[in-house]
């Protein structure tokens, strides 16, 4: 039997790279699945992609009310709400000195507030044996130059995780992470490197990791089934580290 047979989840940014991959395993593994992204276009790609049974929905979760259309859409739709993975966000790397205000606010409104606000208004559809999933990084345990913002705001996730794990645990629910090292995803091409910097970039990358390449947005993918699964439903507060042993072999 499939191992989320007849579950509801959904998947913000869920458009491409690790979202889409994990839409496109939940819906193999029999969940009804609803995805948010922002951008119509990939939107729509992805709904070819994963069929017109999954609901695709536009939405920024820094928006409060784009995550009530989002929730109000899933009530109408199916009632409930048995996974979630809090998988939006954005990567962007400055050095200190040129860090400013509107840099950081955005960072932390997309990775940090924007999750937060939207577990909490997922909460209320969720029951007993539920599931939560967020998307942290590997950068929230590495002193990785230029990465100060971006690895507080996913830092500020894994923190959550503990925090809610032991909040949401009296509804019966679970709450976990999965922590990604470099993976091949359309993340990289949004750096603002040249396509020649990325591919330095990359091979640099590649050389310092002991399996020699970047994950793929299924590796990722498998963890979070995992981790919604009922699999795991003996893990809570954990973050799962899917980086081909680049932490724990090297950077520790």
């Given at each position: 039997?499939?191992?989320?047979?007849?579950?509801?989840?959904?998947?913000?940014?869920?458009?491409?790279?690790?979202?889409?991959?994990?839409?496109?395993?939940?819906?193999?593994?029999?969940?009804?699945?609803?995805?948010?992204?922002?951008?119509?276009?990939?939107?729509?790609?992805?709904?070819?992609?994963?069929?017109?049974?999954?609901?695709?929905?536009?939405?920024?979760?820094?928006?409060?009310?784009?995550?009530?259309?989002?929730?109000?859409?899933?009530?109408?739709?199916?009632?409930?709400?048995?996974?979630?993975?809090?998988?939006?966000?954005?990567?962007?790397?400055?050095?200190?000195?040129?860090?400013?205000?509107?840099?950081?606010?955005?960072?932390?409104?997309?990775?940090?507030?924007?999750?937060?606000?939207?577990?909490?208004?997922?909460?209320?559809?969720?029951?007993?044996?539920?599931?939560?999933?967020?998307?942290?990084?590997?950068?929230?345990?590495?002193?990785?130059?230029?990465?100060?913002?971006?690895?507080?705001?996913?830092a500020a996730?894994?923190?959550?995780?503990?925090?809610?794990?032991?909040?949401?645990?009296?509804?019966?629910?679970?709450?976990?992470?999965?922590?990604?090292?470099?993976?091949?995803?359309?993340?990289?091409?949004?750096?603002?490197?040249?396509?020649q910097q990325?591919?330095?970039?990359?091979?640099?990358?590649?050389?310092?990791?002991?399996?020699?390449?970047?994950?793929?947005?299924?590796?990722?993918?498998?963890?979070?089934?995992?981790?919604?699964?009922?699999?795991?439903?003996?893990?809570?507060?954990?973050?799962?580290?899917?980086?081909?042993?680049?932490?724990r072999l090297?950077?520790?």
């Amino acid at each position: 039997m499939p191992r989320l047979n007849g579950k509801v989840a959904l998947i913000t940014g869920g458009t491409s790279g690790i979202g889409l991959a994990t839409a496109q395993l939940f819906v193999r593994e029999g969940a009804r699945v609803a995805i948010t992204g922002q951008n119509q276009e990939r939107l729509d790609s992805a709904s070819k992609t994963l069929g017109t049974e999954v609901l695709a929905i536009r939405a920024d979760t820094r928006a409060l009310d784009d995550l009530d259309t989002v929730f109000t859409q899933i009530k109408e739709r199916w009632g409930r709400l048995d996974i979630l993975f809090v998988n939006a966000g954005i990567t962007k790397f400055s050095p200190l000195l040129d860090v400013d205000e509107a840099f950081i606010n955005e960072t932390m409104d997309i990775n940090f507030k924007g999750a937060l606000f939207t577990v909490q208004k997922a909460v209320p559809l969720m029951k007993e044996n539920s599931s939560i999933v967020f998307n942290t990084s590997i950068n929230n345990q590495m002193g990785m130059p230029n990465s100060g913002i971006y690895a507080a705001s996913k830092a500020a996730l894994r923190s959550l995780v503990r925090v809610l794990a032991a909040e949401l645990i009296e509804r019966g629910i679970r709450v976990n992470a999965v922590s990604p090292g470099p993976t091949k995803t359309p993340l990289y091409n949004k750096l603002g490197f040249s396509q020649q910097q990325l591919e330095q970039v990359a091979t640099n990358l590649q050389q310092t990791i002991p399996m020699k390449r970047f994950g793929k947005p299924q590796e990722i993918a498998s963890a979070v089934l995992f981790l919604a699964s009922d699999e795991a439903s003996f893990v809570l507060g954990e973050e799962l580290v899917v980086d081909g042993g680049w932490t724990r072999l090297i950077a520790a």
